[in-house]
């Protein structure tokens, strides 16, 4: 238990452990039948491999990564279509910087700003609308991109460009949603869940309500989490309660941090702006229904799709991952990252091939930083 | 990205447009308060206030405490270096020569 001692309070943290494996074993749960939690948020996937809550909770309890990092979850085709938005000669095209190594069929975006492309790693949108002030003789295009916690952030400033009648801004809007893939999960018959730990900070925006049918529908917990070591595992021990009780609620963990109605300015600047789309592809899980959001019509002149005349709706540019790229089975729960076989191979942070290894909050790359698994240096032919 | 970062907010810069200036351990940035807006509207009662920081937005008001522990845990992620590092390269993105 070597990692309890770094932990802000570890006489509760062994607490909380002891208390999981007890009920672990009351539940039945063995590592042959093991009880399944699924951890949605990137960030939480990042926590527990950074304090090995993985190897410090009983064997009969298996966390699966869920598909809540923004960054691991953008196909191929949507990185093809910034290059080719960078590569006009009137776009500065900006971005967060963690899109920046996400590999394309053709580049990556630090490719094509090593290529000649103006591509400028911005911190905010609040960044890119002030370029666009800046330089009214270019396009300033912004990669939004990320759950419901960006979200808010590039519709309060659509609003913003479109009170100061900015003509030079606007989105490529790549935003997706935690639901419905959670949906798209639950009615995947291969995939064996008992409940859920739920997001914090995409709950903070959205509140509770949007859960409400995981436990209502398909009768599974899930319990709404901090970031803190303490915070998660109390949530799982949260979760344990539920299923030894036969019980199936949303409940909230993090109320310091998430109010249950969310924030309501965010939800009114969302729903201001954006609008479901039909459907949306998700790398590794391939299309899911109302799962991503558009620009509505009424900003239209703010959307870049529109004005460059690409994006999702034109015609079929669904890409094909790169052979053996495990991440639509890692993230699905089939396989662990280590069994991909590309995984330290084809496959590292410095080089990712699938998008997992990219970020900080993605499976592989967690299980590659802190699962202690470095892969074997094979001699030169 | 998504995980934030705990900053103090230290002056109102734009009132109209609901923009602070943040301190993040030392980094100042300006950000976005609408989020947080104290009810009446009266943006100057924020000033010395702490909140979670989202992309140059404030989402969420905390307390000293909270902020301490949440910067912590931060850094032992290396999420805030990251952070903190990402405001330094959007101001300089902003000095590019295009």
């Known amino acids: ?180 893939p959670i949906k798209a999960l639950l009615d995947d018959p291969h995939m064996k869940l008992d409940g859920f730990v739920g997001p914090g900070h995409v709950s903070m925006v959205i509140g509770l309500e949007p859960y409400e049918f995981i436990a209502r529908d398909y009768q599974k917990p899930i319990v709404v989490a901090g970031f803190e070591p303490v915070d998660l595992l109390q949530s799982v021990l949260m979760v344990l309660q539920q299923i030894r009780d036969g019980r199936a609620e949303v409940e909230n963990q993090y109320a310091r941090i998430v109010p249950a ?24 899980l391939g299309e899911i229904d109302k799962s991503g959001l558009k620009i509505r019509e009424k900003y239209a002149a703010f959307d870049a799709e529109r004005k460059f005349g690409i994006g999702y709706s034109k015609g079929n540019r669904q890409t094909p991952e790169p052979e053996d790229c495990g991440c639509g089975d890692v993230m699905t729960g089939r396989i662990k990252p280590h069994q991909c076989p590309q995984f330290g191979k084809g496959c590292t942070p410095e080089q990712p091939l699938g998008a997992l290894m990219v970020s900080s909050e993605g499976a592989c790359a967690a299980y590659y930083q802190y699962g202690g698994i470095r892969p074997e240096v094979e001699p030169a032919a | 990205m998504c995980l934030g970062i705990p900053g103090q907010i230290v002056s109102i810069s734009d009132a109209e447009k609901k923009l602070a200036m943040v301190d993040v351990s030392g980094v100042q940035r300006e950000i976005n308060v609408a989020c947080i807006m104290p009810e ?59």
């Open chain 2, 40 to 98: 009446g509207g009266k943006v100057d009662d924020l000033i010395g206030a702490w909140a979670l920081i989202h992309v140059g937005f404030a989402m969420s008001r905390i307390d000293e405490e909270e902020a301490a522990k949440t910067l912590e845990i931060l850094m032992q992620l290396g999420e805030a270096q990251a952070e903190i590092e990402a405001m330094r390269d959007g101001k300089a993105a902003m000095e590019e020569a295009s």
């Open chain 1, 261 to 284: 109605a969310g924030n309501p300015v965010s939800i009114a600047a969302c729903e201001d702006v954006y609008e479901p789309r039909e459907k949306f592809e998700w790398r590794g």
């Open chain 1, 1 to 180: 238990m070597k990692y309890t001692d770094e932990f802000r309070d570890p006489a509760a943290a062994k607490a909380v452990l002891a208390e999981i494996e007890r009920l672990v074993g009351v539940i039945g749960a063995t590592a042959d039948a093991p009880i399944y939690i699924m951890e949605i948020c990137g960030g939480h996937t990042h926590a527990i491999f950074r304090y090995g809550l993985d190897k410090l909770t009983p064997t009969g309890l298996e966390f699966i990564h869920g598909p809540g990092c923004p960054v691991c979850v953008l196909p191929m085709s949507r990185v093809d279509e910034c290059v080719e938005l960078a590569e006009r000669p009137d776009v500065i095209f900006t971005t967060f910087g963690d899109a920046m190594r996400v590999p394309g069929t053709r580049k990556s975006l630090l490719q094509a700003k090593a290529d000649g492309c103006d591509i400028r790693m911005v911190y905010s949108p609040l960044d890119a609308l002030e370029l666009a002030r800046r330089h009214p003789d270019r396009e300033i295009v912004f990669f939004a991109l990320g759950f419901e916690t960006t979200t808010p952030s590039t519709a309060l400033c659509v609003q913003q460009a479109a009170a100061e009648g900015l003509s030079n801004f606007s989105l490529f809007c790549n935003h997706i949603t935690v639901p419905p």
